[in-house]
């Protein structure tokens, strides 16, 4: 079994997303296409993943809660006995934009903090207003799946994320567009477990992936649990 991952805290007394652009991802497996097993060959030339059994879906309705800027953030979320009744929902995958939440912003050719942080330097990242997503759901996993790896998909988060499982930090990672995947074998717990992110509008990524288009956030594609 894959050993859990030991959390050094950066050098400099900053956070990952914040003047660390050496630090972009925590604990990620490498980039790869994305595949799903199927059990013969039959399903596979279908290509239904729901129908896989070694594939299930994370997507639909999670509990969600809006700060800001990183300093307003519910800091104790991701704890296992964490009360978030109380919270608002928000579907996933979407962008909090468009559900009630901070506002789409087009910008082309200056950076979408050019008002709020006039003087923001690299590789600084916004910190006077850069609203955080913080998500929880709880999810089972398939017994069938028993002694097998448990890998965690991220299809596309807007822009740097945390996970915790159970209350255990999982790992981070940066880089909008490109799917992240985490192996979550060594948190998992018999019956419900809780999975906790924590999503971060700007980074010092987001210096580099300032593009001519409209600036979103949140986790915006699918979410899914795989064994293989």
Known sequence: MRAKFVYQPPANGYPEWNNNPEIFELNRLDAHASMIPYSNLTQALVGNKEASPYYKTLNGIWKFSFSEKPDLRVVDFYKADFDCSNWATIPVPSHWQFHGYDYP??????YPWAESEPDLKPPFAPTKYNPVGSYIRTFTVPESW???????????????????????????????????????????????????????????????????????????????????
């Not at 912003?105 to 200056?110: A, E, I, S």
């Not at 998909?153 to 807007?158: A, I, K, M, R």
């Not at 994320?161 to 880089?175: A, L, P, Q």
Request: charged share 20%; aromatic share 20%.
């Open 105 to 110: 912003q087009y910008t082309n050719v200056r």
């Open 146 to 228: 028993n002694g097998q790896p448990v890998y965690l998909s991220f299809q596309g988060v807007e822009s740097a994320f945390y996970v915790w499982v159970n209350g255990e930090r999982v790992g981070y990672c940066e880089d909008t567009f490109t799917p992240s995947e985490f192996d979550i074998t060594p948190y998992l717990i018999a019956g419900d477990n809780k999975l906790a992110v924590d999503v971060y509008r700007w980074c010092d990524a987001s210096w580099l992936e300032d593009q001519d288009f409209w600036r979103l956030s949140g986790i915006f594609r699918e979410v899914y649990l795989y064994t293989a």
